[in-house]
């Protein structure tokens, strides 16, 4: 089958795409974005999540032909996508807690013209920096979806206490870091969120 | 299922350029950050799985479903049959006589023939063009198994009559064994462990069980395999030693050294799984059998067949103490389970062994470790390597002493800590810092965390925040069966390669002049597995070369071996090869230098020069030259081994001898919460203190001893490998039932560390990675006794065991 969906912001589609397929078989193999992590394909470990239409889930349990027609951004689109989360969430942040980036929003998402296929492209998102900074990355191998899920945490509670963190990354496994330096970086990048709005 | 090419690609095995930019900065000792971070961060690190070829085949492993069994026929027919296969390979296409491989013992088959011997062992090989082609040829593949009786612990092993799981060894090991099921024994006898144990006030004795581990690292075993035009094949892939799997890979393929160029390919962690061989040479086969790229890249599922674990034991042990505290003898038997193929069983025996009294001052000991082959999984190293399980048990067994001596657990083990100058019970003394009951101090003097945390949480004093008790968002209590204990443990742990092994290490240190500026280029065959060796190697070539640029090349196999990613080893060794070699080429350009400029200077004749901010200095600090001025055009280029003391093996029926290079301390205090209930555990705190002997990065010490804090967690109170008694089958090989500690399980883990530095080591370092993981096991069991005042002489805690359920 063919599936067509906006990957970081750009129409893309795959061809000859058999049912069994995942996304993230799509993803990687297919679209070239091997970003997102093939840890377990379990849906036990996190570090295939990327965003559909705003929402974190595990790609590697999502069927390719489910993301027909829909957004998603991957670890390759996190900088971008931090960029441009002004548009989608004006005023800096939701206070409410129960705010996500809307479907609509996520659809209008465009990432800038950059090279979105390999990640290098301009500035790193504050969670991005944050996690070098703090030594959250080791052998690096959960980071890409503990990005992508802190981020989102960081979008609907953006000064999440160590409790809010813990919950929120819990589906995430990472077996080198002891998660210490994990909060360390979530916590950086919540404060800097802070002194930026301020 | 065809697979269309994808819409772009990262260029075919390329492996990840890590160069340095001018964010990372910094020389030794400072908390330099990664040079891999930010490819980290945006998904373009290329790890091992994410390789990808034009053209490229996926290879598929077909596993045996059963424990023990002849196999009396395969029929790969319809398989062969299959649309879009290319390949399908059996034991018959083995090109060469060499069918086997293993790290220090051949008897692991490449793929099983007449025989498998345990649960999940490769039987065949296929490679298509799709993934689920593959897999769906290979659930084709009739294998015809008639089933054999099942060795499966010490008993069904050396029973009478009992089925050899190798029926013809002819190992160096075999002479020496009371069994041929046994792999490897090592007894150790010093002093008078009889007469001394008269001299006891009390004796304790404990048999413990310690459960089967997995290393669990996230990224799978997988790799990319190509052809190439001269015969020969390029291997990118993951692991620990490049050089050891090559070694281990060109006899059965039945090609030269030099013709399997091996790249390492980013590592998703590897804690001693990726020490043994994999899907290298199957891919590798399969790559050359069809002629076309192959990767492989195993599931999960796949993966808990595909890596050895650690070993589980039994570990029998009795200690005596006098009245006053001081410990008298100790006895000890530890039966490591190594399953059905060597892997690095003699090893862990003899790190089994003679780190069986641990940290503690004891002359009189008697002692004995052996690793039984079985039909159970193949364990070999893993994070404490053999040091892990003996930690495990003599530290209950302190706990025992000093609850009958009615004395402090911490105060006793001040007591009896060893010192520098203490002998091990190998005979070989302690010849560096061992700060043993200063480590103690520190955990203990911690502010312990508040009590009742949860009702804090919830902010007025009655109403709980669940999510900090035992069961968190289940709900399970709201604090009614909640209890509080807190304990104790301290480990020692070797570092490097032990009993006479041959430890070296290889570094290419080349230094040049790039757009007016010096830079160093450091080239390696180390893995890095994300410990941060890379980091610490551009900290090395900083400090000795004063330059602030430095390029990291990718690990391969066209440089020298660096040895193995394990044992604590890499920057004690390969760390000592860069500086070694950088040192070399300093030598190198003052020479340049004084025979350029000596005659304008008399300094440049003195000793003493050094280089910084790309300069050659006087210890005075006068600057002499530009070093870009001393070098011009030309390049220094300098590849050097390295090796550290060397090391002799234990005497075979005493165990005497100095078998260590070098030995690394760390202690935890361990605050848990449990549900006496429901027999629900939270760990609230795990504080360490280590002593690194000097922190090279810092931070990257910092994170070593909390990863391995957390896996030592793991191992105490949720991880272990299910293996059905009856048939050795793998009960739970998924993350659904095998479980790591998520974020809410791991507590918070403050860290003391001292640097007592070693002198035999390059800056007087010690090995980091695997210490932590030895006391944070028992210091949480000993506070879950202290909690629930139950025995537990097993490993991992399950509910069962605090409710007698
Ligand atoms: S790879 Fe998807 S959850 Fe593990
Ligand atoms: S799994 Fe290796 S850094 Fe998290």
């Known amino acids: 089958m063919r599936v067509h969906f906006t990957v970081n912001g750009r129409p893309q589609e795959a061809d000859d795409v058999w049912e069994g397929e995942s996304l993230l078989y799509v993803l990687r193999e297919r679209m070239g974005l091997p970003g997102s992590k093939n840890a377990c394909e379990q849906g036990e470990c996190g570090s295939c999540t990327v965003r559909l239409d705003g929402v974190p889930v595990c790609s590697c349990l999502v069927a ?15 900088a971008a996508y931090a960029r441009h989360r002004e548009d989608i969430h004006p005023g800096g942040g939701c206070t409410s807690g129960s705010c996500g980036t809307s479907l609509d929003a996520a659809r209008r998402w465009q990432a800038e013209p950059t090279d979105g296929q390999s990640g290098e492209a301009g500035e790193l998102a504050p969670i991005q920096q944050a996690f070098i900074d703090a030594g959250a990355v080791q052998c690096g191998f959960c980071t890409p979806g503990l990005l992508v899920a802190a981020d989102e945490l960081l979008e609907s509670h953006p000064s999440p206490t160590d409790q809010d963190i813990r919950e929120a990354l819990s589906g995430n496994l990472c077996r080198c870091t002891g998660y210490e330096k994990i909060l360390d970086a979530v916590r950086l990048a919540a404060a800097r969120q802070e002194e930026a709005v301020r | 299922m065809a697979h269309t090419p994808r819409v772009s690609s990262v260029p075919a095995g390329t492996p990840t350029d890590i160069s340095q930019g001018s964010r990372t900065r910094g020389g030794v000792g400072e908390s330099t950050l990664r040079p891999d ?12 799985s994410d ?16 424990a023990h069994a002849e196999i009396r026929s395969i029929d790969i027919g319809e398989a062969v049959a299959t649309p879009g296969v290319h390949a399908v390979l059996t034991y018959d296409d083995l090109p060469t006589a060499c069918k086997n491989y293993g790290l220090e013992i051949r008897d692991t088959p490449v793929l099983a023939h007449g025989k498998v011997r345990h649960h999940g062992e490769p039987v065949a090989l296929v490679c298509a063009d799709h993934p689920e082609t593959a897999r769906r040829a290979a659930a084709k593949i009739k294998v015809d198994y008639a089933e054999l009786p099942v060795i499966t612990d010490e008993a069904s092993a050396t029973a009478p009559g009992a089925v050899l799981v190798h029926e013809s060894r002819d190992d160096h090991h075999i002479a020496h064994v009371p069994h041929p099921n046994i792999v490897h024994r090592q007894p150790i006898v010093r002093g008078d462990a009889e007469a001394a144990a008269q001299r006891a006030d009390v004796i304790v004795r404990g048999e413990y069980t310690f459960g089967m581990q997995d290393q669990a690292f996230l990224g799978p075993e997988s790799g990319l395999a190509v052809p190439s035009e001269d015969g020969g094949v390029e291997l990118y892939v993951a692991t620990q030693w490049l050089h050891s799997d090559l070694r281990q890979i060109a006899p059965v393929l039945g090609l030269p050294e030099e013709k399997i160029r091996m790249t390492l390919s980013g590592v998703g962690g590897a804690f001693g799984g990726r020490e043994d061989l994999s899907m290298q040479i199957h891919a590798c086969l399969l790559a050359l059998r069809s002629g076309k790229p192959v990767k492989m890249v195993y599931n999960r599922f796949e993966s808990f067949f595909g890596h050895v674990h650690r070993h589980p034991a039994k570990l029998s042990y009795e200690h005596g103490a006098t009245k006053d505290g001081k410990l008298t003898h100790m006895k000890c038997r530890i039966v490591l389970d190594g399953g059905a193929y060597a892997s690095a069983s003699p090893a862990v025996v003899g790190n089994a062994s003679s780190l069986s009294v641990g940290p503690y001052a004891i002359e009189d000991v008697d002692i004995e470790a052996l690793a039984l082959y079985s039909n159970n999984p193949p364990c ?18 302190m706990d025992k002493l000093a609850a009958k001596l009615d004395m402090d657990p911490v105060t006793f083990r001040q007591l009896n800590a060893m010192k520098r100058g203490t002998l091990l019970p190998t005979g070989q003394p302690c010849d560096s810092p061992a700060p043993v009951a200063e480590l103690l101090r520190l955990v203990k003097a911690r502010p312990m965390p508040p009590e009742r ?9 009655r109403t709980v925040d669940v999510r900090a008790l035992p069961g968190g968002l289940s709900n399970t ?18 570092v490097g390669f032990s009993e006479g092994f041959d430890d070296y290490s290889t570094a290419r240190v080349r230094m040049e002049v790039i757009n007016g500026e010096p830079v160093a280029t450091v080239h390696t065959a180390m893995a890095e597995v994300g410990q941060g060796g890379v980091t610490v190697h551009a900290q090395i070539a900083r400090t000795e070369l004063g330059v602030s640029q430095v390029t990291i090349q990718p690990a391969d196999t066209r440089v020298g071996s660096a040895g193995s990613t394990s044992a604590s080893r890499q920057t004690y060794v390969t760390g000592g090869a860069v500086k070694h070699s950088c040192e070399a080429v300093r030598e190198e350009l003052l020479e340049l230098g004084r025979r350029k400029f000596g005659s304008y200077h008399p300094a440049w004749a003195t000793a003493g020069l050094l280089l910084e901010g790309g300069k050659v200095v006087t210890d005075g600090g006068e600057v002499l030259a530009e070093v870009a001025d001393v070098l011009e055009e030309e390049a220094i280029d300098i590849e050097r081994e ?3 003391r060397p090391t002799e093996a234990f005497d075979r029926r005493t165990g005497q001898g100095n078998g260590h290079v070098q030995y690394s301390f760390a202690a935890h205090r361990a605050v848990v919460e449990v549900d006496t209930e429901l027999g629900l555990v939270k760990v609230i705190e795990l504080a360490c203190a280590q002593d690194v002997g000097k922190a090279l990065n810092p931070l990257s010490v910092l994170g070593q001893i909390q990863g391995g804090t957390t896996q030592g967690l793991g191992i105490a109170v949720m991880e272990e490998i299910i293996v059905d008694p009856k048939t050795a089958k793998v009960r739970n090989p998924s993350f659904t039932d095998y479980l790591i500690p998520t974020i809410l399980d791991t507590p918070a883990i403050p860290v003391d560390v001292l640097e007592l530095a070693d002198d035999h080591a390059p800056y007087g370092l010690r090995g980091v990675g695997e210490a932590p993981t030895l006391s944070s096991t028992p210091a949480v069991l000993a506070a879950i006794r202290n909690a629930t005042g139950l025995e537990l002489d097993r490993t991992p805690v399950r509910p069962e065991h605090l409710t007698g359920t």
């Open chain 1, 64 to 78: 390719a032909g489910q993301a027909e027609g829909r957004g998603i951004v991957t670890v390759e689109g996190l």
């Open chain 2, 37 to 48: 971070g930010t490819l980290k961060v945006t998904g373009a690190f290329a790890y091992s």
């Open chain 2, 51 to 66: 390789m990808w070829h034009e053209d490229m085949l996926w290879g598929h492993t077909l596993r045996s479903t059963v």
């Open chain 2, 380 to 397: 070999g190293a893993m994070r404490g390597f053999g040091a892990v399980q003996a930690c495990f048990a003599y530290e209950a067994q």
């Open chain 2, 453 to 461: 945390q949860w009702l804090a949480a919830g902010g007025d004093g």
């Open chain 2, 477 to 494: 209590t709201h604090g009614e069966g909640v209890v509080r204990g807190v304990g104790y443990a301290v480990g020692l742990k070797n």
């Open chain 2, 642 to 644: 390295w090796r550290h």
